[in-house]
């Protein structure tokens, strides 16, 4: 157990829905990652907060946002979902001082049907 | 830009056989590097880690040397068990800037009794 907690487990929607993802970081961590994993991208970035800023923006659609709350958990928001956003999405956590090392949390599987 | 590569899988071994995956990085800092581990319908594990070049990184078995001179961080362990058959994935973060994680592409591995 990472100690990073990710609700809900799955999630089946339909095309042009949108959905909110949780995580809620390792006691202590200040920062989130989100990560999306494809069978045909692999495991890709999202966006990262920390302490409630955002920090770093990697392949996130201009479809998808997120925020980091003032208790450190944070929320990734997807809409006008489309088939193609079928995936695992992944949150981590980190502290400083640890040479970046992420703790994953157990992901959440979308399917858009 | 920075990225990892990873000797294509997938890798099937018979159990007590040696085992070695390639991972290769390129990166314009001095990144931290990882190995990560998904067993079945699970997250992603943090396996081992090594933050400077000619650490060692060792866990459960496992070792992965930051070589800087090669650019490589290859995983190996000795002794493989059927419980080891998972994808593993070889991950770099610069220790400036976005410090995100960047995959590659994973390694299938399955061991047999």
């Known amino acids: 157990d990472s100690g990073v907690t990710q609700t809900p487990k799955h999630l089946i929607t339909a095309t042009g829905q949108r959905v909110t993802l949780r995580c809620s970081p390792r006691?202590?961590?200040?920062?989130v990652y989100w990560y999306q994993q494809s069978l045909d991208q692999g495991l890709q970035f999202l966006i990262q907060y920390y302490n409630g800023e955002e920090r770093a923006k990697g392949n996130i659609l201009e479809r998808f946002s997120a925020q980091q709350f003032p208790d450190l958990h944070s929320e990734l928001n997807l809409s006008s979902l489309e088939l193609g956003d079928s995936a695992l999405y992944f949150c981590?956590?980190?502290?400083?001082?640890?040479?970046?090392?992420?703790?994953f949390g157990p992901g959440t599987r979308l399917t858009v049907l | 830009g920075d990225s990892v590569t990873q000797m294509e899988g997938p890798v099937t071994l018979s159990e007590e056989a040696f085992l070695t995956i390639n991972c290769t990085y390129t990166?314009?800092?001095?990144?931290?590097l990882f190995w990560y581990v998904q067993y079945p319908g699970e997250g992603l594990q943090l396996l081992l880690k090594?933050?400077?070049?000619?650490d060692k990184g060792s866990n459960k078995g496992f070792e992965a040397t930051y070589r800087k001179e090669t650019t490589s961080f290859h995983l190996e362990k000795g002794s493989v068990q059927v419980s080891d058959s998972a994808v593993y994935f070889c991950?770099?973060?610069?220790?400036?800037?976005?410090?995100?994680?960047?995959f590659g592409t994973g390694t299938r591995l399955t061991v047999i009794p």
């Open positions: 991950a770099l973060s610069e220790l400036s800037g976005a410090n995100n994680l960047f």
């Open positions: 090594a933050t400077k070049a000619d």
């Open positions: 981590a956590s980190s502290v400083e001082g640890t040479g970046n090392t992420q703790y």
């Open positions: 990166a314009t800092g001095y990144p931290s």
């Open positions: 006691s202590g961590d200040l920062s």
